[in-house]
């Protein structure tokens, strides 16, 4: 921020902006340098909170991940990277990571499309109903994770849930279904309450993409003798390719720091067959001592969402700005 | 001009901030000076979670006896319910500023803290004083190294909770060894009972069956084996112990989704009669109640046996695994609180807290209180142990404990032979000592 320095001639080649900042100290010149100082001044406050409360504990964290440290105490045991090393040859820490990697996956190819089909069908006020079922299906993403995870614990229980009820219609005994106890199912039995809490989410924020797709656009084109499938392909999903690009985002940034829930069903077990990055970390670090570690693994998470947020911002953001 | 004028307002704003916060602090300093002969004690306590406050109630009472004949003295109560007290001490504690006395289980997270001295030792106080009321094996717990740092006012036994009404149905009479007891489970299991409840899901109530069986099967030699670097828990102790424990899970005696399941499911098994056994502490009768359908448990009907012996095993049958509740005091804590802590171990106290928080208690005498309960029955088995082992979750650093619970859950899964587990819990221990 070198707006004045005495006798320097400012150069004539630099861009505009520039060249009205290196001006010296005219009238004008003035009122550009109290405008600047109200600028620093007024974003002082909240720069000097973002960097107390966000920048500095991220590098405090990194900082410690080189350590073993139990929280307590001195950090004197240097590992350098051996943290990270360690992280990547335990199992369950890949399974945790596949677990994402899964979640994030079928999000994208279950979640948002059953979303999006629900926007379609609730966003218009065409059918009787479309806003009771907006915000009948809105609801659950009001409540938070953690409540959320206690319901389907009973949901889900395995001597008087619902899958054991549906399974006395079929079969004559009363078989007990636990699929929360079952390291196999368990995972998808917390993934369908994953959709059905985000399902609504993202639903709103489609409706709100469509609510600016006039309406005459698609009559235009149902008149021009195009098919409702071809509509939705090639007018709506066009249309709103704004809202998807951050429905999406939102979405893989949200899969990646998924606890609540998890944590509510089942603390990433049974036999961590539910564990995600962030479980992993509480269990790994924060029940265990191993700050130095925990603060490696929540590195490691802070680096995968920064590198997906570059990459998504410059090539898929960017692009559509264009 | 305008954007002076803003300038102007926020600096003066600003100034008026600083004014405020500066002004709360000079405040707070004042506050000092007038009171400072009286002195403060901070105590964090346990509630007992949903609304309960029968806990609170009682150490608001101690507290103002205390108070009355210590006029000097304030004591300030936190109650926090366990999951968040686990949380926040653990805060407290890292930021160098642990409350004066607060709840401890002793063991491997109590001598973490005492190692990074957040502690403070009592030995002197423990020696001269609270010896003289509670048995020195129960401070024992408390204790490391020769040196103590607080004291329980509750100290238990992990055992047999049963459904008397069960076992009359099905002709079973209380197994004494290992085989009679997988007799009794396919017994209740063809008359339709849940032979055991579990709550895998929690870890710990399914270490309890891990951890009995080693020490049945290998005795106090085993555990101090490992624990003192002779030998390891890859010993053959530990993987007999695992085998034994797949001999009982291929009866499959525990109730559909144990895995899954936390240790309020397993308490409402068995509250609600649906469960005939299970594995667990002195606040079993207490829990189970609460979670049953009628809020009373099955009442007489719930009886009490010691874990069975293995055949061949070195461990005595009176060898105890159990644990309690007890406070330790922090770095610096005042002298008062040394008081406090003795003022609340006292007798009278120590007989409600069997009411409130159905604890055994440790004062000595107050245990006649507990005559004619099922309780007594435990205090009699915590005070008969040659052997008295606290659980392995709460004795071993933290690392170790979880490891020996995940190790335990894999086993019971399938997910790891009993060669495997042990390894688990050794590998654990290995990089921890």
């Known amino acids: 921020m070198t707006w004045v320095s005495p006798g320097h001639i400012p150069s004539t080649v630099e861009d505009e902006g520039r060249h009205y900042i290196m001006k010296p100290l005219t009238a004008k010149g003035k009122a550009s340098f109290q405008k600047h100082a109200t600028i620093l001044f007024l974003v002082a406050p909240a720069f000097i909170l973002f960097t107390t409360f966000v920048v500095l504990p991220v590098l405090q964290s990194g900082y410690y991940s080189l350590f073993q440290w139990k929280g307590l105490g001195p950090l004197n045991n240097f590992q350098g990277v051996g943290n990270f090393i360690r992280a990547f040859k335990d199992r369950i820490f890949r399974i945790a990571l596949y677990n994402n990697v899964k979640i994030v996956i079928f999000s994208l190819i279950i979640q948002l499309p059953l979303a999006f089909s629900f926007a379609l069908l609730v966003a218009r006020k065409k059918y009787t109903g479309s806003v009771f079922f907006r915000g009948l299906y809105f609801f659950p993403y009001v409540m938070a994770e953690i409540v959320i995870g206690i319901i389907w614990r009973f949901i889900y229980h395995p001597q008087h849930g619902l899958p054991t009820l549906f399974s006395q219609w079929f079969t004559a005994d009363k078989m007990e279904i636990g699929l929360l106890g079952d390291t196999n199912l368990a995972f998808w039995a917390i993934f369908i309450v994953v959709c059905w809490k985000y399902i609504g989410f993202h639903m709103i924020l489609y409706i709100a993409g469509l609510q600016g797709v006039p309406e005459e656009l698609e009559d235009a084109a149902v008149i021009d003798g195009a098919s409702k499938v071809q509509v939705v392909f090639h007018i709506i999903i066009p249309s709103i390719r704004n809202t998807i690009i951050i429905s999406v985002f939102l979405c893989i940034v949200g899969s990646f720091n998924l606890f609540d829930i998890v944590w509510a069903m089942g603390q990433g077990g049974p036999v961590h067959s539910t564990e995600t990055l962030v479980t992993y970390l509480y269990n790994f670090g924060f029940k265990r001592f191993a700050f130095g570690y925990g603060s490696a693994i929540a590195v490691i998470i802070f680096l995968i969402c920064l590198v997906f947020n570059l990459f998504y911002q410059k090539y898929i953001v960017g692009e559509a700005q264009k | ?433």
Request: glycine content about 12%; aromatic content about 10%; overall charge negative.
């Open chain 2, 1 to 433: 001009m305008k954007k002076l004028g803003i300038m102007v307002m926020t600096g003066l704003l600003l100034l008026i901030l600083s004014a405020v916060f500066f002004a709360g602090c000079a405040k707070e300093d004042k506050e000092e000076v007038t009171e400072q002969d009286k002195v403060t004690i901070t105590w964090w306590a346990l509630s007992a979670g949903g609304g309960d406050e029968s806990r609170e109630r009682l150490r608001l009472k101690v507290i103002e006896d205390f108070e009355a004949q210590n006029p000097n003295v304030e004591v300030e109560l936190t109650m926090l319910e366990n999951e968040a007290f686990k949380q926040k001490i653990q805060v407290a504690v890292q930021a160098g500023a642990p409350p004066d006395l607060f709840h401890s289980w002793g063991g491997g997270v109590m001598v973490e803290y005492a190692e990074a001295g957040q502690l403070r030792d009592i030995t002197g106080f423990v020696k001269s004083d609270l010896s003289k009321i509670v048995g020195i094996g129960a401070l024992g717990v408390y204790g490391y190294d020769g040196k103590y740092y607080g004291s329980p006012y509750d100290m238990g036994a992990v055992g047999m909770w049963y459904n008397k009404a069960i076992f009359e149905e099905i002709g079973a009479s209380v197994p004494k060894t290992w085989p009679e007891l997988l007799a009794v489970i396919k017994k209740a299991k063809a008359a339709g009972y849940i032979p055991i409840a579990l709550g895998g899901g929690d870890k710990w109530p399914a270490h309890f069956w891990w951890v009995y069986l080693a020490m049945r099967i290998g005795g106090q030699d085993a555990f101090n084996a490992a624990y003192g670097g002779s030998g390891s828990f890859k010993d053959p102790t530990f993987v007999k112990a695992g085998e034994m424990l797949l001999e009982l899970a291929a009866l499959e005696p525990f109730q559909t989704g144990f895995l899954g399941a936390t240790y309020d499911d397993q308490a409402a098994l068995m509250g609600n009669g649906k469960a005939a056994m299970e594995l667990m502490g002195q606040w079993a009768p207490a829990t189970e109640a609460s979670n049953s359908d009628t809020g009373d448990g099955i009442g007489d009907d719930l009886g009490w046996f010691s874990f069975p012996a293995v055949p061949g095993g070195t461990g005595k049958n009176t060898d105890v695994m159990g644990g309690g509740n007890g406070y330790v005091v922090g770095k610096d804590a005042p002298d008062e609180t040394l008081d406090l802590l003795k003022f609340f171990l006292q007798k009278e106290y120590n007989i409600e807290l069997i009411d409130v928080e159905g604890i055994i208690p440790v004062a000595k005498g107050a245990e006649e209180a507990l005559e004619g309960t099922l309780n007594s029955v435990i205090a009699e088995a915590v005070a008969g142990a040659g052997y008295y082992q606290l659980y392995y979750d709460q004795f071993l650093p933290p690392a170790v404990g979880e490891a020996v619970k995940d190790a335990v859950v894999a086993l019971l899964a399938g997910q790891a032979s009993p060669a495997q587990a042990a390894a688990m819990v050794d590998d654990a221990w290995q990089m921890e000592k």
